[in-house]
Each structure stands twice: as C-alpha cells, then as structure tokens.
C-alpha cells in the first residue's frame, strides 16, 4: 500500500513571493505518477501538475514547477511569483504506472495568499 | 473540457435517513470514483467503479453503498444515515486509458446529517 504525507497543514505567503509546499511518499512501486492537485475555496478540484516517475526531468507548467526526487520519495510543488487566486488547498496524490487509476492522496496543505 | 456534476451542492439529512449522491459525467470515461473529504484527513476513497455494473471497495467503504446502471452516472447511497457521515463528497472520473490520464472531479456535496 502507499503512503502519501504532507507535513505542512498551513501555510501563507506574501503576494509575489514564491512558496513551497512539500510532499513525500511511500511506495514500493517503481514505476508510478505523482500529481498536484488545487481545491480552491468552495471551487472544483482541479490538477496542476503530474509528474512521470519514469522521468528525470522535473514538470513545470507556467508558475508551478516541482523538484522530483525520486531516491528521496519527495515531490515538492514550488509556486513562483504567487497570486491571490493561489489561495487554496493543495493536495498532492500518487498513483502506480499501471493497474486501475485509483489515487491515494495527502492531507493537504491550506495555502494563504496574503495581499 | 471534462464536466462532472453533482445532483446537489449542501444536503441536509436526519440520521436514519436513506441518501442518494449523484454523479454525472459527459465524457465517456470509464472509471468513476466517490471519496469524502475531511479536515486533516484529506480525501479517502469510498468505492469506485471501473465499468457499468461492476464496483469495488475503497478504502472506507463501511456504511455505504454505489450503484452504476448507465457509464456516465455513479450513485452513492447512504443505507441509514449518521452523524459521523457528515462531510464532503467529492465525485471524480478517469477515462481508463491508463498512462498519465488523471481524474477530473465534480464540485461536491456537502453533507450534514442532523
């Protein structure tokens, strides 16, 4: 079974500033996804950004980037130059390469953007 | 875009009480799924289907049931309602291609059972 841990249950930020938000796993997998997921306040859930764990490059997409460490079991979410919209909680999920798309999820990290 | 709908957004129940949760999806995936979120204890998976008809525990599957008659729709039925059912229910989907195919969710129900 996998474990997926988010030790930071709040966190804040100044607008502008950049955070991160971290996150570790527990599988004995070797071949997996990891995603960042963003629950807006009283909004859908939402993916930010997936990570192949097959794959030494780390992800970006636009602001959001991660630091996959693979030996580690870390996967990290940076957010650059943070906006107000950031406001939300952030979930971090992993899920084996292959067999059913069931995902396994952290607890979460509430992030605060403070204007 | 994905859409996944959920029949309500607030739902008010009284223990005892059988409650139906509705979830529709317009994309012809083949997974749907149906966890609760709490505070602190992020989102837990209650069932999930993987095709019409056929259905497979999660990992708090206790006091709850799903029914999936037709692909786009997966219903969470709570048999005799509790207090300690009170939370979020979040209904996803995936389209069962595998790969780094990722779940979409609804918007969610909240939950009170008085």
């Known amino acids: 079974a996998q474990t997926v841990t988010q030790s930071q249950p709040e966190m804040s930020v100044q607008e502008a500033e950049t955070v991160t938000l971290s996150c570790t796993y527990d599988t004995s997998e070797s071949n997996y996804y990891l995603f960042w997921y963003k629950q807006p306040p009283s909004r859908q859930m939402i993916l930010v950004i997936r990570q192949e764990a097959y794959k030494q490059q780390n992800a970006t997409e636009n602001r959001f980037s991660v630091n996959f460490q693979k030996a580690a079991k870390s996967f990290s979410l940076k957010i650059s130059d943070s906006q107000l919209g950031d406001t939300a909680m952030y979930f971090c999920a992993f899920r084996p390469r292959f067999g059913n798309e069931k995902l396994t999820f952290g607890t979460g990290t509430r992030l605060t953007i403070i204007p | 875009d994905v859409k996944v709908t959920q029949s309500s957004r607030y739902l008010v129940k009284r223990t005892g009480e059988k409650v139906f949760l509705e979830c529709v999806q317009d994309?012809?995936?083949?997974?749907m799924f149906w966890y609760r979120q709490d505070p602190g204890l992020g989102l837990r998976l209650i069932y999930f289907s993987y095709d019409v008809k056929m259905k497979e525990k999660g990992d708090i599957p206790e006091g709850y049931s799903v029914s999936r008659e037709k692909k786009e729709r997966f219903s969470l039925i709570l048999e005799s309602a509790s207090t300690n059912q009170t939370s979020m229910y979040l209904c996803a989907s995936s389209s069962g291609s595998g790969g780094k195919e990722t779940q979409y969710f609804g918007p969610g129900t909240r939950l009170l059972v008085l």
């Open positions: 994309m012809d995936h083949e997974n």
